[in-house]
């Protein structure tokens, strides 16, 4: 099978607001029915970046190329409605006055039974048959989220840009409406591009992630990889909260209180940080002062005195101060786990799922 073709091709793209660069040299591909979230923190200039893709602003440097037609770069700046794009943004606003059949039809020009037909299997497969007569001020935020889903999708665009989509509804609907709005659009074959700052949604939607930060593309990967493969401390950092423990590197080795740890790379005396995810933090039981034998994989076991223990649904969370250090470290279990303040228990880290990165970074 030949790969699937790609539909969104951005690159050099540049954007600058009072000499201050907002998107900086941004490079992107996407291929036909293919998702790539656009995951970073507020201001980092994510939607500056979707919407110089759909065309409601203009580019200061790079290139935009749907479908293998150029739609702008520094000389050309075709309009949104001549890119092939839909859109979808957090304040999707139906046209109130026009039925939900209509609000579907909007951008169609075909003949009419050809409409009429497009119309109702959108509104099929977005699972609103019957809805068309309908007015939006009858139907529920994620009703109204899928007509605007029809809508966008109804022209057959090969480029979905969709910017916070998904934020405006309340957390139990936002889930079936994701799946929804995932299947259909895997199924029309568009290529997205899905802006969030909800490191959830991105996991949970993009087959790429596109880590963005300050302007720029810091990593790109599959959710698997850049989870468990943050190119940086702030990376790993934007998906979970994590455990830093400092160390100085010497011969290649870092002392730490789970025993030393290999620091290869590192210059003689460079300070390192080792970081870890809290679930990857295992806790075992103090036995009469002393812990379980250590293991290649886990390492040393290190003794450390609860602090707090937080239930929070899905998981408990429990804070250490380590005997070793007195540094602070957090660690995860599944469920209900609620030890008191005070006793001393001992954790082990999973050697394969720290990051050790140089300190400051
Ligand atoms: N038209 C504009 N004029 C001046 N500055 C702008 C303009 N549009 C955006 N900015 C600035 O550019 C930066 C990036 O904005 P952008 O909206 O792209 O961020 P974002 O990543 O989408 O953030 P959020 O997650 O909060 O939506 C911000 O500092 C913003 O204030
Ligand atoms: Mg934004």
Redesign the pocket.
């Known amino acids: 099978m030949s790969p699937p073709p790609v539909r969104l091709h951005v690159t050099g793209l540049t954007r600058a ?2 000499g201050q660069p ?1 998107v900086d040299d941004l490079s992107l591909t996407i291929a036909a029915g293919q998702v790539t979230c656009l995951l ?1 923190p ?7 970046t979707l919407r110089m893709i759909a065309g409601v602003e203009p580019l200061d440097n790079g290139r935009v190329v749907i479908d293998g037609r150029v739609v702008a770069d520094q000389g050309l700046h075709l309009p949104p409605e001549a890119r092939s794009v839909g859109l979808m943004f957090q304040d999707f606003a139906l046209f109130p006055h026009m039925t939900v059949a209509q609000n579907v039809g909007f951008g169609l020009r075909d003949a009419r039974d050809y409409k009429a037909r497009r119309v109702d299997a959108l509104l099929e497969r977005v699972n609103l048959t019957g809805f068309g007569p309908k007015h939006p001020h009858q139907l529920s935020g994620g009703e109204q989220q899928r007509v605007a889903l029809a809508r966008a999708l109804a022209p057959r665009p090969r480029v979905m840009l969709m910017d916070e989509p998904f934020s405006g509804l309340d957390n139990r609907l936002r889930d079936g409406i994701r799946d929804t709005t995932l299947e259909v659009l895997k199924d029309e074959g568009t290529a997205v591009l899905l ?1 969030t ?1 909800e490191p959830d949604e991105a996991l949970r939607m993009g087959d790429e992630i596109a880590l963005m930060r300050a302007g720029r593309i810091v990593q790109r990967g599959s959710p698997y990889n850049v989870y468990n493969a943050p190119v940086d401390r702030a990376a790993a950092a934007f998906f979970s909260d994590i455990n830093v423990i400092r160390g100085t590197s010497r011969g290649a080795l870092t002392n730490t209180p789970f025993g030393a740890f290999l620091t290869p790379g590192h210059a003689e005396g460079a300070e390192v940080e080792i970081v870890i995810r809290p679930q990857h933090l295992k806790i075992d039981f103090d036995r009469a002062g002393r812990g379980p034998n250590p293991t290649p994989q886990d390492g040393t076991a290190a003794r450390g005195t609860v602090t707090r223990a937080r239930f929070l649904g899905r998981e408990s969370l429990v804070d250490f101060a380590m005997d070793f250090d007195g540094s602070r470290l957090t660690a995860s279990v599944p469920n209900v786990f609620l030890p008191k303040p005070g006793t001393a228990l001992w954790l082990m880290i999973r050697r394969d799922r720290c990051f050790v990165f140089p300190a400051g970074r």
């Open positions: 607001f009072g907002v970073g507020s201001g980092c200039g994510k939607s500056t802006v700052h």
